[in-house]
């Protein structure tokens, strides 16, 4: 618990620090003032994609289980998923959902080993998917990048992007089997061997790729609706430039549910990609909101859920 709570409040650092970093770098007014002006019409479509984004989430999921482990129906899994994203934005911490949607699982009749692991490849195929569409830009960012520091940080996470991935099909295998009396061992040896159970079945292999696709391209969809919504014009391709990277960044567990951490980086990819950042911080900043106010029928669903079993109790 102490190591919990010094890990929390590194984290909390780490963000404010981030946040005071761009506030101290750009004009708070004119930010503020572009959301306050933000077209209620275009927020509004951004929302409505989200729905889509939560969809194709839900169907990940929900392949990979159907892949590792019977007995979850597509209902269940999309309630799951919604009360995971309520608490991912609302926890500060961005794998606090995600331990809610194991625990609901096994409520569910899941086994709590493998409940854990269609989690943890639900996140790692959207990884996976965004270490290869990263890859594919990045030799656009290369010539449109003038900071050295920048470039040489995204080539590290994609190569650590690439060997996570490749690693986790080849760990089980007959040297590591000889280390499987020990619990981390046997841990990653079992994720291994259920990320096999989804690539050995194409169809649904198939399916989880091009689910983790979608989120990610509709992602992208709903930054350019809020640009849209605050009087930018930039193209859809800026906003895939900028946002396939930043969603990699993001994925490094060290600030609140990404706050800090996705504007300064949004920040100065737009900016490479010619967005004032005033703008790029606008952007981000609305798209924290949507992710809030997108997160907010899990909450719904989960009080209903505590207040049923409430009630059962007392009967």
Request: hydrophobic share 55%; charged share 15%; with cysteine.
């Amino acid at each position: 618990m102490k190591r919990d709570h010094i890990f929390l409040l590194l984290k909390i650092g780490v963000t404010a620090g981030l946040i005071y970093l761009l506030i101290d770098n750009i004009d708070v007014r004119s930010v503020a003032q572009r959301i306050a002006d933000a077209s209620l019409t275009w927020f509004a479509a951004a929302l409505l994609l989200f729905a889509f984004l939560v969809t194709a989430g839900v169907t990940r999921w929900w392949l990979i289980l159907r892949a590792v482990t019977p007995g979850m129906n597509f209902p269940t899994t999309t309630r799951l998923t919604l009360i995971g994203l309520f608490f991912n934005q609302t926890l500060p911490s961005s794998i606090g959902g995600d331990a809610l949607r194991v625990f609901y699982a096994w409520r569910e009749g899941i086994e709590p080993g493998r409940a854990f692991n269609t989690v943890m490849l639900d996140r790692v195929a959207g990884l996976v998917v965004l270490v290869v569409m990263a890859t594919a830009i990045l030799p656009v960012l290369e010539t449109r990048l003038e900071d050295p520091l920048a470039i040489a940080g995204l080539r590290l996470l994609i190569a650590a992007g690439w060997v996570g991935a490749i690693g986790l099909f080849v760990f089980d295998n007959p040297l590591t089997r000889r280390f499987e009396r020990y619990r981390i061992a046997a841990f990653a040896l079992e994720l291994s061997r259920d990320a096999r159970r989804v690539a050995c079945r194409p169809m649904l292999a198939l399916g989880v790729i091009a689910s983790a696709a979608f989120v990610h391209i509709v992602t992208v969809a709903i930054l350019w609706c809020l640009d849209r919504a605050i009087g930018g014009a930039a193209p859809y391709t800026v906003y895939f430039l900028a946002m396939i990277p930043t969603q990699l960044v993001v994925s490094i567990p060290i600030t609140i549910a990404g706050w800090g951490l996705r504007e300064k980086s949004l920040v100065i990819l737009l900016g490479g990609l010619g967005i004032a950042a005033e703008h790029a911080a606008s952007v981000s900043i609305l798209y924290g909101i949507v992710l809030l106010v997108g997160g907010l029928p899990g909450g719904l669903i989960w009080l209903i859920a505590r207040r049923r079993a409430g009630g059962e109790a007392t009967a």
